[in-house]
């Protein structure tokens, strides 16, 4: 069995929203990521998948609950703890360009991890620009040209070249390929998946795309308004699948073979809304199997199967 590297034990964040309201966009998530695995959660814009990713970084504070990282609570770190912590734990965001100095030539972005924590030196790291470019397949000539340069994908890649220059134990991407044009998605998902073989990565990935999701990672967990509904292998994903929001997220997953599809009309429902109420279950009042007492309790996730759980009142035996 492999070691656990990250687990979250009911991870919980609360926004205040206004002078009396408040808005709890994670609830009481239990997860656990094992070294050399890859964990996708997806769900819709504002599910809070990207606020979890932001606390096991340490760049959202934790409201209530623990992150154990190699065992090691660290949702109160010092800030030479939280450097520490950044060692082991990088980042990939949706929007390349944004993690750039505009001044700062490609060689020099991908250097100043390696300076920063006193891995090489400033000329040691410049001699290893051919490597970490030729990772994330990139001609060296890049080294020298500036962001507004390169297109996004090559942005893209170099930041991933980046991230994995330190040799962090979890790299974290969030939404890290969604701004991009579908060819060049799948170029950096194929470089991925490369990548995670090759180096043997663990990774925690985040999205709402449950096709592309399910493309790079060996399990999915589903999250809804905040909760965790349901979480199973990537492999057989569509015969597994039980809860009713994620039989609802595959059936809206289409290809060039799903001719025919009616287009699944999404009811117009605000996540802001549910996330503020905190009693029931929060797919309630979409779910077709709602029971009575859905909507004044919220089930939690159980095992139902070898690494499947659910939380749903209507799949209870």
Avoid at 38 to 53: D, F, M, N, Q, R
Avoid at 87 to 115: A, C, H, I
Avoid at 124 to 151: K, N
Avoid at 272 to 277: H, K
Wanted: with cysteine; glycine share 8%; hydrophobic share 40%.
């Amino acid at each position: 069995m492999a070691e656990t590297l990250l687990a979250l034990r009911g991870l919980t964040k609360i926004f205040p929203v206004g002078r009396h309201e408040s808005l709890r966009a994670v609830r009481s998530v239990d997860l656990t990521l094992k070294r050399g695995e890859s964990l996708g959660i997806v769900g819709e814009s504002g599910c809070g998948k990207s606020t979890i990713a932001r606390m096991v970084a340490q760049l959202t504070e934790v409201t209530d609950g623990q992150i154990l990282f190699e065992g090691r609570d660290v949702t109160r770190l010092s800030r030479s703890q939280r450097r520490e912590l950044w060692r082991n734990v990088q980042m990939v965001f949706q929007d390349p360009y944004s993690v750039f100095s505009p001044r700062m030539t490609v060689g020099d972005f991908l250097t100043e991890g390696l300076v920063h924590f006193g891995i090489a030196s400033r000329s040691q790291a410049r001699d290893m620009l051919p490597e970490l470019l030729g990772r994330v397949e990139l001609p060296v000539e890049l080294a020298e040209r500036l962001p507004h340069q390169l297109s996004g994908g090559q942005q893209q890649r170099v930041v991933i070249a980046r991230a994995l220059s330190i040799q962090p134990k979890l790299l974290i991407l969030d939404e890290a390929t969604s701004a991009l044009d579908v060819s060049v998605q799948r170029q950096i998902l194929k470089l991925l998946m490369r990548l995670k073989d090759e180096m043997d990565l663990t990774m925690l990935f985040i999205g709402h795309d449950l096709a592309v999701v399910r493309s790079v990672t060996d399990r999915i967990a589903v999250m809804y308004a905040g909760q965790l509904v349901e979480e199973l292998p990537g492999e057989g994903l569509r015969e597994q699948a039980s809860h009713p929001y994620t039989r609802r997220l595959l059936d809206s997953v289409f290809s060039t073979g799903d001719r025919g599809r009616k287009q699944i009309a999404i009811e117009d429902l605000s996540l802001i809304d549910r996330g503020r109420r905190m009693e029931g279950c929060p797919y309630q009042p979409r779910c077709a199997e709602a029971q009575a007492r859905c909507a004044n309790e919220c089930p939690r996730l159980r095992t139902v199967g070898d690494g499947h759980g659910i939380a749903c009142f209507a799949r209870e035996k």
